[in-house]
């Protein structure tokens, strides 16, 4: 995914803004989490489903009713609708949310949105996913000199896709097992009628792999356990 990318990036855009992520090298849990009061807006809040989020549906909710959506979400804190070109995209729309515990990002084509992105404290697992969003269906698992091993998994017949990384800690508590109660910690939703562009232009990962492409090293879902026992671990080119 790209968005470990797309969060630094933020950084540079939003230096007065007082974020969850306190460097590019390390992500510090917001307050809400450390007193379980995270408000779940991608899962219980959430009054629509996957790929749709509140209401925005990648491919098929235009430029106008996106703002007119986000102007009523009472956990937004901003958002900034940034008019410059990246890759397919033509804009996008930064989010923040009021509880500094995640941020979210929807890129635009032809004012509508056809990609959406969020990091952070998402607050749900990725059993909450398998139910509520889409069962895994394929998997990229791969270490990266800062975010140390990254679990992803794909539906791309739903569109959507969620993982996470040793950036968030998430495996620790289950001695580097994957289960169902590990935290998700990344989760895009998309317009599956974008499958073959987004992964032409390397949207998804935004990584240099040490061989083949993005499809090449996707793997079978193989259910829970240690990743490393029940997957092969993808090597990154050392120059990304």
Same mark, same amino acid.
């Given at each position: 995914?790209?968005?470990?990318? &797309? $969060?630094?990036? &933020? ?8 974020? /969850? ?9 917001? #307050? ?12 219980? #809040? #959430?009054?629509?489903? =996957?790929?749709?989020?509140?209401? $925005? ?10 703002? @007119? ?12 609708? /940034? ?9 996008? $729309? ?8 995640? &941020? ?8 509508? /949105? *056809? ?13 909450? =996913?398998?139910?509520?969003? =889409?069962?895994?269906?394929? /998997? ?9 091993? *990254?679990?992803?998994?794909? #539906? ?20 580097? !097992? ?6 998700? !910690? ?8 974008? $499958? =073959? ?32 026992? &029940? ?7 050392? @120059?990304?």
């Amino acid at each position: 995914m790209r968005r470990y990318f &797309l $969060i630094c990036r &933020l950084i540079i855009i939003l230096l007065s803004a007082p974020l /969850v992520l306190t460097g590019c090298g390390r992500w510090k849990k917001p #307050n809400c989490s450390n007193k379980n009061k995270c408000i779940p807006v991608f899962t219980k #809040n #959430n009054p629509c489903h =996957a790929q749709c989020w509140q209401g $925005i549906t990648p491919g098929i909710t235009t430029l106008d009713d996106t703002l @007119s959506i986000l102007n009523t979400l009472p956990f937004i804190d901003s958002f900034t609708q /940034v008019n410059e070109n990246e890759l397919i995209f033509e804009s996008k $729309i930064v989010i923040k949310d009021k509880q500094d515990a995640w &941020l979210g990002f929807l890129y635009l084509i032809d004012e509508k /949105v *056809v990609y959406m992105s969020f990091a952070g404290e998402l607050s749900f697992t990725f059993g909450d =996913a398998e139910e509520l969003l =889409a069962s895994p269906q394929k /998997v990229l698992f791969y270490t990266h000199y800062l975010e140390g091993n *990254v679990f992803e998994v794909y #539906n791309f017949d739903r569109g959507v896709a969620y993982g996470t990384s040793d950036y968030y800690s998430s495996f620790v508590h289950k001695k580097n !097992n994957l289960e169902s109660d590990t935290p998700i !910690n990344t989760l895009i939703l998309f317009d599956p009628a974008l $499958i =073959a562009e987004l992964t032409l232009e390397n949207f998804f990962v935004f990584r240099k792999f040490q061989s083949g492409n993005f499809t090449d090293n996707l793997q079978e879902w193989k259910g829970y356990g240690n990743p490393l026992e &029940l997957y092969k671990q993808v090597e990154i080119s050392v @120059s990304d």
